[in-house]
């Protein structure tokens, strides 16, 4: 079993900035991508930004040069290295959403899911 904590959703004025965070853990194992992906109201849950555990990283074109998205060394002992967060600089209202992390093991049909965190960023 796979367990995801995230932390650090708010409310922010358009331009401001909130770093996002999500603690794996539990069946991690080491070969896994994690990401964060958002639902707006009335819309259907997008990629927002995603990381491999090699460090490869990927970003819906909306938020390219606005949202770092980082993760814990895979050198690192414990959970350290299935921790990952997302940056968000430069924040715009079109930005507001839940936000979810997520987590896939390689060879496995399952995705993970946090319990979302509201981002809501006021013009």
């Not at 999500?22 to 990401?35: E, H, I, L, P, R």
Request: glycine share 14%; charged share 15%; aromatic share 8%.
């Amino acid at each position: 079993q796979v367990q995801l904590v995230e932390s650090g959703g708010g409310l922010v004025e358009a331009g401001g900035s909130l770093r996002l965070s999500c603690a794996a853990s539990g069946s991690v194992s080491v070969f896994n991508t994690m990401g964060w992906y958002r639902q707006a109201p009335g819309k259907q849950r997008e990629l927002v930004a995603g990381i491999s555990i090699s460090g490869r990283t990927n970003y819906v074109d909306s938020v390219k040069g606005r949202f770092t998205i980082s993760r814990g060394n895979a050198s690192s002992r414990g959970n350290a290295r299935n921790t990952v967060y997302l940056q968000m600089n430069s924040l715009k209202p079109e930005d507001t959403a839940v936000y979810y992390c997520n987590l896939h093991r390689a060879g496995d049909p399952n995705d993970y899911w946090g319990q979302g965190t509201q981002v809501t960023v006021s013009s």
